[in-house]
């Protein structure tokens, strides 16, 4: 089931959290929402779910309109908070059971639904506890069990691995993606290792704008316009390498990973290479050239430059 959205703006006051965005997400896809605090994440999915209604523009779920037909899109969707949706005196069977009731589950099907949760959520061992006595990881599992009690199409996860260990995130993000592989998700995340594990396509959201579109790979090779090396370079003073590097008309930018190493990271220019210029500039100057490694553009830098501003 696809999710359309279509110029959304979304006000707080005069103030645009959403300005004018449009995507598609489509069945069996994990969509990345990533960008800064602030940047409109969080607003986004919340007129997705119809906690919040749009200043301007549409979303269509299954193509139902959240402005006139806000209730069934809502049936549609399990949504999972960045503030799970808990009552911690509860124990996790009896809070499963309200919320199938809650969702509409016929009552013939609710212990079925409910079993198959605990076991896909594997919640197995904790299923008589109250939820106040689990660990945050088993509580994000019942946060995730109780988004998939009514077997929506759609899942919307807002930062659904805050706060866990290490071992609890891997946990969630293998069943996101085994999730994912029959239902429409949109995965809400600042933390980008989350985000590139996890999803297909990644949506970069800053200041309310979409700001890339694409998928990790795609994202970095559309930055690798500006090439990055490795420089180290010997036989020479450390100030006078640096102010040459910083001449050569292919270089764009000189930083200092080692100044006890005569060791630089040299970004060229858009669309030029430096190597062949910082190659001949070392034997012009007869200095040794000791490394000289193109350096893989991560998901954090294309990151960082698209949001720095």
Not at 35 to 40: K, Q, S, V
Request: aromatic share 6%; hydrophobic share 35%; with cysteine.
């Amino acid at each position: 089931m696809d999710i359309v959205v279509e110029n959304l703006t979304k006000k707080y006051g005069v103030q645009k959290a959403v300005d004018n965005i449009s995507f598609t997400v489509r069945a069996g896809e994990v969509l990345g929402f990533l960008g800064p605090n602030g940047a409109g994440k969080t607003t986004t999915m919340k007129v997705i779910t119809c906690f919040f209604a749009p200043n301007e523009g549409d979303v269509k779920v299954g193509g139902y309109s959240v402005k006139t037909a806000p209730e069934r899109v809502k049936k549609l969707i399990g949504y999972l908070p960045e503030n799970n949706p808990l009552y911690d005196e509860m124990p996790v069977l009896d809070y499963l059971y309200f919320v199938a009731e809650l969702h509409n589950v016929p009552k013939n099907r609710i212990r079925e639904r409910i079993l198959e949760m605990v076991k896909t959520c594997g919640l197995e061992g904790e299923k008589h506890k109250k939820i106040g006595e689990l660990s945050k990881g088993y509580q994000q599992r019942a946060g995730l069990a109780q988004a998939l009690i009514h077997n929506p199409e759609v899942l919307v996860f807002d930062e659904p691995t805050a706060g866990l260990d290490p071992n609890q995130i891997v946990e969630i993000r293998e069943l996101i993606r085994r999730i994912g592989k029959e239902k429409t998700v949109i995965l809400s995340s600042h933390i980008l290792a989350e985000v590139e594990a996890t999803c297909d396509r990644i949506l970069i959201i800053h200041k309310g704008k979409i700001v890339a579109d694409g998928t990790s790979d795609y994202l970095r090779k559309q930055s690798q316009g500006k090439e990055i090396l490795k420089v180290s370079i010997e036989g020479g003073d450390l100030n006078e390498i640096y102010k040459t590097l910083t001449n050569l008309d292919t270089v764009g930018l000189v930083d200092f990973i080692s100044k006890t190493g005569c060791t630089f990271e040299v970004q060229s220019r858009p669309e030029l290479s430096s190597r062949r210029t910082i190659f001949q500039m070392c034997v012009d100057k007869g200095w040794y050239l000791t490394e000289l490694t193109p350096t893989e553009t991560k998901l954090e830098d294309v990151f960082r430059e698209l949001t720095m501003n």
